[in-house]
């Protein structure tokens, strides 16, 4: 079989949602390697917060910050931020609304704290246990932001979209633990912007392409590659953009999904 290219999503697609890397997964990225195919991670996260139990699967390349920047070969090759008025009225808006807001940018993540809650404590505690930083005084016109993410607002994504949508997208929440919030994208920058920027630099055909994911911001790359994927746990607005559908994550649905493909 050809060599692949093979795009994976960490939380719902990789690890669950304690952030736990089952048997399964381990024994079907190595095997999948092992047959020649080369496996990238895709996913909403920036570099810095990837889970630490990936770590031995040494899956360092691929899209981050759902787009946003691209590392290959251990080295950034690709790096798109907000410009600093459109930080600043987006930032402006999550603090109107009175929501919890990170800041995701190449280096770290940065909490910031003019709407801080007491609720909004064991975010603080995660971000800073992943070398990110808290600020009280919100940064202005800081040029460095990829993405945001945000949790607790008194508005819905919707309402959000329809204030802020001339100058960014704002889709679902893809945090493993959540159920309400958003994250906040450039526009024009989506996963399979990363994944066109993946194959610029190895010189690799799409027509070799494997995305497999389960969060709306999974939908672009779903429609991108060769095939989509979609896990079992996913909603069924990402199912409908997949080629094929696996079992949940708790199934070993991503090494039944190598399975059907024939990567092991």
Request: proline residues 2%; negative net charge; contains cysteine.
């Amino acid at each position: 079989m050809k060599s692949k290219l093979v795009f994976l999503d960490i939380d719902g697609t990789l690890v669950d949602k304690l952030e736990t890397i089952h048997l399964s997964t381990i024994t079907a990225v190595e095997k999948a390697r092992a047959n020649g195919h080369k496996l990238f991670i895709s996913s909403g996260r920036y570099k810095g917060i990837v889970p630490k139990c990936l770590a031995p699967l040494h899956l360092d390349d691929g899209v981050f910050a759902a787009g946003a920047n691209v590392f290959c070969d251990g080295r950034v090759i690709f790096d798109r931020t907000f410009e600093p008025h459109i930080y600043d009225r987006i930032v402006a808006a999550l603090i109107r609304h009175r929501a919890m807001i990170v800041v995701e940018t190449l280096e770290s993540e940065i909490m910031l704290g003019e709407t801080y809650r007491d609720d909004f404590e064991m975010m603080k505690d995660w971000i800073l246990s992943l070398g990110g930083s808290f600020a009280q005084q919100t940064p202005k016109s800081i040029s460095t932001a990829g993405k945001f993410v945000y949790k607790s607002a008194d508005c819905t994504n919707e309402q959000l979209q329809k204030e802020l949508g001339d100058i960014c997208n704002v889709i679902t929440l893809s945090y493993p633990d959540s159920t309400t919030g958003g994250e906040i994208m450039q526009i024009g920058v989506n996963k399979s912007v990363g994944i066109q920027k993946v194959l610029e630099y190895y010189g690799a055909d799409a027509a070799d392409t494997i995305a497999i994911g389960d969060g709306s911001n999974d939908i672009e790359m779903l429609d991108f590659c060769a095939l989509g994927v979609a896990m079992g746990n996913a909603p069924d607005i990402v199912k409908q953009h997949a080629d094929i559908v696996t079992d949940r994550i708790e199934n070993d649905g991503l090494y039944k999904a190598f399975e059907m493909l024939e990567l092991i």
